[in-house]
């Protein structure tokens, strides 16, 4: 059973959308583009065209690039284009269950003069769904728990994996979150792509022989988000939520009773409870 919550009840994308925008040209390099997104703690970048929108940059997209350092690389040959949108008047609950089914965690807005104007982003649609959902909510009954959300195959990594070898199974995998675990199996970090762009910036550079020396002696340990967020598995979805919000994670650790990992839930497994879909 999914959440008694209210629904968004015809509100536009226009009263849940981000208008202060971070945006790239796309002649602009990718390296540019990388240290946009990390100094503005953001995930996606609209990419222009002058003023027309052509395409998104994610983090995701920079960091599968194995083919040179990012000074070289120019935003348009390695955007997505083109790009999903959609309008200020459309409905959140529409949008919201798109960005499910296409999975992706954005959507730049146009005006009707193909103007943009804003983005609504999973963390825009996840505060509001979580905040009607609670309003909506009369007891624990039926919401669905951790466990039953959970991802239950889950890579982790070491404090002392070298640095090198977890930026390759980050890069060459389709992971995007990697938890760091002690001696004794208990999560103490997690390292990411976000990690990987603050310790690292270019990871094709640093892969190849160029930045081998700079990653000489590092390990995971000394790179890794601390004080890793988790949840027990039954956590409700409505708390998992809160946390997401409130700590600004993208993706919580589930423990079991001996505070092992046995399982990850993302902000996309969370949306997609909400929103009535499977992620």
């Given amino acids: 059973m999914q ?4 629904r968004f009840e015809g509100k536009p ?3 849940l959308m981000t208008r202060t925008l971070l945006t790239v040209q796309d002649t602009e390099s990718v390296a540019v583009a990388a240290q946009l997104m990390y100094q503005g703690s953001v995930r996606h970048l609209p990419v222009m065209r002058g003023a027309t929108l052509v395409g998104i940059l994610s983090d995701r997209d920079i960091l599968g690039l194995k083919d040179g350092p990012l000074l070289d690389m120019v935003v348009r040959d390695v955007m997505t284009s083109p790009v999903e949108t959609t309008r200020p008047e459309a409905s959140v609950e529409e949008a919201s269950a798109r960005m499910v089914a296409r999975r992706i965690d ?3 807005v146009l005006d009707e003069r193909e103007h943009l104007v804003g983005i609504l982003t999973s963390m825009d649609i996840l505060a509001e769904r979580g905040r009607l959902a609670h309003k909506g909510t009369a007891g624990p009954s039926g919401i669905p728990l951790a466990r039953d959300i959970m991802h239950r195959r889950v890579m982790t990594i ?10 390759q199974i980050l890069v060459r995998s389709e992971l995007r979150y990697l938890p760091v675990v002690n001696a004794v199996g208990r ?5 990411s792509s976000r990690e990987l762009r603050a310790s690292v910036g270019d990871a094709a550079t640093m892969l190849n022989q160029d930045g081998a020396a700079d990653l000489e002696g590092k390990t995971v340990g000394s790179v890794m988000r601390t004080g890793v967020v988790t949840v027990p598995q039954d956590a409700s979805v409505l708390e ?10 993208t993706a919580i650790c589930v423990l079991d009773t001996s505070e092992r990992i046995v399982g990850i839930v993302t902000y996309v497994d969370v949306l997609a409870v909400l929103v009535g879909r499977k992620a």
């Fill in 187 to 191: 999560a103490v970090g997690m390292f």
């Fill in 106 to 108: 954005c959507l730049p």
């Fill in 240 to 249: 998992i939520a809160d946390k997401i919000l409130d700590e600004r994670q």
């Fill in 13 to 15: 994308v226009q009263e």
């Fill in 158 to 167: 070491s404090t002392d994996l070298a640095l090198r070898e977890a930026i």
């Fill in 3 to 6: 959440p008694r919550a209210r």
